[in-house]
Structure formats: structure tokens, C-alpha cells
């Protein structure tokens, strides 16, 4: 009925469809800019309470980042990349895998699907890296090393210096 109306409102109306692009960009704008603002950080059990509540979390999950750090009242999350949930889930928004009003990780652009996984096992150790990198390093330069006398390369003629003798000039020849 609404999306009718809508329509009809477009097509009607040649400015239609640059009004209510405004309006919907308008309200996407305004939705989140103040409503996830932090805070200040909650100094009593009563302003921690509000807080969890303000983020949808229940008093026991709600832990702030400390106050130091600058991030006001707002939830220390668990460090999950998005790769690590469940794929068949039901989400609201599932090219994010998120829910409508779930709080959004401190660190959101670390965590994304296309990006690291801190949950997730290095598929080698660090001392398998390690072990790799430094052997493809000294195994290079055993190679430079032991072959420094071996060199292979085009034949080039020695410089030729005005005062080492007569030369050839590649010029055209002078009449006489």
C-alpha cells in the first residue's frame, strides 16, 4: 500500500523522486548520528544498569572499555570477526551478519568478513612462520654468497679511454 502510494507520488509529481530520496536519506542519516553516541562512563550501579540497557545487554555482559581509554559508557564486546558466526543464522542484516540495534564492536573494521579473525587458529604456529621466513632469507643469501664467483651475464668489451690508444670513431668518413 505504502510503496503505491509512493510510487504514484513519483511518477505524478516530476520532483516526487527527489523528495523522497531526500526524505529516506534524511532518515538513514538521523537514525544513528546521536542515538549510538557513548556516554559518559557509569560511576554507579544504577548508571551501569541504564547503560546496559541503553546497548541491549543484560547487567551481567555489560562491561565497560576502562575509563582511561576514552570510550565513555560504551561495551567492551568479546574480540568475534564476523567469519566466525554462525552463517545460517537468521540475522536482520546477513551481509554484515548483524541484528537491528545489536552494539557494533569498537574495532568493527578489523573484524569484518573480508578481514582478520582474531577467533579464528593460525593455520601455522608462529615458530612454522618464523622458521620459513628465516630460511627463505639465509637460504638466499647462501646463494649470493656461494655463487658471488660463478657470475653470468652478457660479454662486455673493456672501457675505451682516449689516452689507452688508438680507437675506432663510427662517424662518417673525411674527404680528403
Request: net charge neutral; proline share 10%; hydrophobic share 30%.
Amino acid at each position: 500500500m505504502a510503496f503505491a502510494l509512493v510510487k504514484k507520488a513519483i511518477i505524478s509529481n516530476p520532483q516526487g523522486l527527489r523528495k523522497t530520496a531526500g526524505i529516506f536519506c534524511n532518515a538513514a542519516r538521523n537514525h544513528w548520528n546521536y542515538q549510538y553516541k557513548p556516554g559518559a562512563y557509569p560511576q554507579t550501579p544504577e548508571e551501569r544498569a541504564a547503560a546496559a540497557k541503553k546497548y541491549g545487554l543484560t547487567i551481567e555482559e555489560y562491561q565497560p572499555y576502562p575509563e582511561h581509554m576514552g570510550y565513555g559508557d560504551y561495551p567492551k564486546l568479546p574480540d568475534i570477526g564476523a567469519d566466525s558466526k554462525d552463517p545460517y543464522y537468521p540475522y536482520d542484516s546477513p551481509e554484515f551478519k548483524r541484528n537491528f540495534n545489536e552494539p557494533i564492536h569498537m574495532s568493527a573494521e578489523l573484524y569484518g568478513e573480508d578481514r582478520y579473525d582474531i577467533s579464528m587458529r593460525p593455520r601455522f604456529s608462529l615458530l612454522h612462520q618464523w622458521t620459513w621466513f628465516l630460511g627463505t632469507l639465509a637460504g638466499s643469501f647462501a646463494l649470493f654468497f656461494f655463487l658471488e664467483d660463478y657470475k653470468v651475464g652478457r660479454p662486455v668489451t673493456a672501457k675505451q679511454y682516449p689516452w689507452n690508444g688508438p680507437h675506432y670513431e663510427f662517424c662518417t668518413p673525411k674527404s680528403e
